[in-house]
């Protein structure tokens, strides 16, 4: 029977931790007892983690010998690093919720996280008419011209009913809007399904009239898309379409100036260029489109709530906190921004536990100023 790593690596964490089961202890035991892959990897595993490294969360790359800094990008293959992280990852989701490495970078002036904390706190659809329904608020039914919405405060799903035309609320264009710290699912009339992240608008027809379905995301979204013969399904980004003809993906605007789209099965075309699953297009201003291998868990994983992160520094990550926890953040030391981390940040975890730890493992200090803007020093 195939087993699944990952759970076999959770159970090896909750033992170093000091956290598993007595039946789960037992059934690891019996899998190093008797399969040669689970043993080496145990013997690889428990040895990665330095004593303070457990207590805290935090794995440093230069205290361990066989993953230098330097050759993370350069020597370390990748299918190598996915399973380090993965080691790493699970431990971190277990112990703290973050794992974190060292790498330095000069900068002279305070950095800022460049996503601005939104002051609207609820999901709301906002009409043509200009009417704006709070979706936060868990209504059950609820009334359009020419549609029936069912909101649960979590996702939406909607029936139509009658002509649909511009003129009534399920045939004029509609905006969906996700603010910072919350996700929300949408399912259309054709059988779509929609994921929004935090800080996310979708702009459509509720109807999806014509001879192809269109919406306009803004921010980052996973959809499901239903196929229809002859009725292709657009997603217009700030730079390009992306053609669909029924298939699972993600598309993420959050950077100026940047669309990643990530297919995951079926078949897109973006800027010209036809994807294939497991490919993500990544399109820059400077470089045009760029086809690249994507890690699922890194790009998909806002989905469980989950941020996934490799070799990536501390300017990365904190541009991920205004969108998930509604705060702005400064770093005061112009070393820390190129700082490198790897590992998981939990958002159903207050912010603080993130904070708390780095400052246990690389003596990062924090603090909230009276305009509750983070800083970092």
Same mark, same amino acid.
């Given at each position: 029977?195939?087993?699944?790593?990952?759970?076999?690596?959770?159970?090896?964490?909750?033992?170093?931790?000091?956290?598993?089961?007595?039946?789960?202890?037992?059934?690891?035991?019996?899998?190093?007892?008797?399969?040669?892959?689970?043993?080496?990897?145990?013997?690889?595993?428990?040895?990665?983690?330095?004593?303070?490294?457990?207590?805290?969360?935090?794995?440093?790359?230069?205290?361990?010998?066989?993953?230098?800094?330097?050759?993370?990008?350069?020597?370390?293959?990748?299918?190598?690093?996915?399973?380090?992280?993965?080691?790493?990852?699970?431990?971190?989701?277990?112990?703290?919720?973050?794992?974190?490495?060292?790498?330095?970078?000069?900068?002279?002036?305070?950095?800022?996280?460049?996503?601005?904390?939104?002051?609207?706190?609820?999901?709301?659809?906002?009409?043509?008419?200009?009417?704006?329904?709070?979706?936060?608020?868990?209504?059950?039914?609820?009334?359009?011209?020419?549609?029936?919405?069912?909101?649960?405060?979590?996702?939406?799903?909607?029936?139509?009913?009658?002509?649909?035309?511009?003129?009534?609320?399920?045939?004029?264009?509609?905006?969906?809007?996700?603010?910072?710290?919350?996700?929300?699912?949408?399912?259309?009339?054709?059988?779509?399904?929609?994921?929004?992240?935090?800080?996310?608008?979708?702009?459509?027809?509720?109807?999806?009239?014509?001879?192809?379905?269109?919406?306009?995301?803004?921010?980052?979204?996973?959809?499901?898309?239903?196929?229809?013969?002859?009725?292709?399904?657009?997603?217009?980004?700030?730079?390009?379409?992306?053609?669909?003809?029924?298939?699972? &993906?993600?598309?993420? =605007?959050?950077?100026? %100036?940047?669309?990643? *789209?990530?297919? #995951? $099965?079926?078949? +897109? @075309? &973006?800027?010209?260029? =036809?994807?294939?699953? %497991?490919?993500?297009? *990544?399109?820059? #201003? $400077?470089?045009? +489109? @760029?086809?690249?291998?994507?890690?699922?868990?890194?790009?998909?994983?806002?989905?469980?709530?989950?941020?996934?992160?490799?070799?990536?520094?501390?300017?990365?990550?904190?541009?991920?906190?205004?969108?998930?926890?509604?705060?702005?953040?400064?770093?005061?030391?112009?070393?820390?921004?190129?700082?490198?981390?790897?590992?998981?940040?939990?958002?159903?975890?207050?912010?603080?536990?993130?904070?708390?730890?780095?400052?246990?493992?690389?003596?990062?200090?924090?603090?909230?100023?009276?305009?509750?803007?983070?800083?970092?020093?």
């Amino acid at each position: 029977m195939k087993r699944d790593p990952r759970h076999i690596h959770a159970l090896m964490s909750s033992w170093i931790a000091g956290e598993i089961s007595e039946v789960d202890a037992l059934y690891l035991k019996q899998l190093i007892a008797t399969d040669p892959e689970v043993l080496e990897a145990w013997e690889e595993f428990k040895h990665k983690f330095l004593p303070e490294d457990v207590h805290n969360g935090f794995l440093r790359y230069e205290d361990i010998p066989w993953l230098p800094a330097e050759t993370i990008t350069k020597k370390t293959p990748r299918k190598q690093i996915r399973n380090i992280l993965l080691y790493v990852s699970v431990a971190a989701a277990m112990l703290t919720g973050v794992v974190a490495g060292i790498l330095f970078y000069n900068r002279q002036a305070p950095t800022k996280a460049v996503v601005a904390a939104a002051d609207n706190k609820n999901i709301t659809l906002q009409l043509a008419n200009g009417k704006t329904i709070n979706l936060s608020q868990a209504q059950d039914k609820i009334q359009l011209a020419g549609a029936k919405l069912t909101n649960n405060g979590k996702a939406l799903s909607y029936t139509l009913d009658g002509n649909n035309t511009g003129s009534n609320d399920a045939g004029a264009i509609s905006k969906l809007t996700v603010p910072i710290g919350k996700d929300y699912k949408m399912f259309l009339a054709d059988g779509s399904e929609i994921h929004l992240n935090s800080g996310t608008e979708v702009t459509l027809s509720l109807a999806l009239k014509g001879s192809s379905r269109e919406i306009t995301v803004s921010g980052e979204a996973f959809l499901r898309v239903a196929p229809q013969a002859g009725r292709p399904f657009l997603v217009h980004t700030p730079h390009g379409t992306v053609q669909v003809l029924g298939t699972s &993906f993600n598309v993420n =605007t959050y950077d100026s %100036g940047i669309v990643k *789209v990530a297919l #995951v $099965e079926g078949k +897109v @075309q &973006f800027a010209g260029v =036809t994807i294939q699953p %497991g490919k993500e297009a *990544v399109y820059t #201003v $400077e470089k045009g +489109v @760029q086809v690249q291998a994507f890690d699922e868990d890194e790009t998909l994983g806002w989905q469980e709530g989950k941020y996934y992160f490799s070799d990536v520094t501390l300017q990365e990550i904190v541009n991920v906190l205004p969108r998930w926890y509604g705060t702005n953040v400064l770093i005061d030391n112009p070393k820390l921004a190129g700082e490198h981390f790897a590992g998981m940040m939990d958002r159903n975890k207050p912010i603080t536990t993130f904070l708390d730890n780095l400052e246990s493992a690389r003596k990062i200090k924090y603090h909230f100023d009276n305009e509750g803007v983070l800083h970092l020093k």
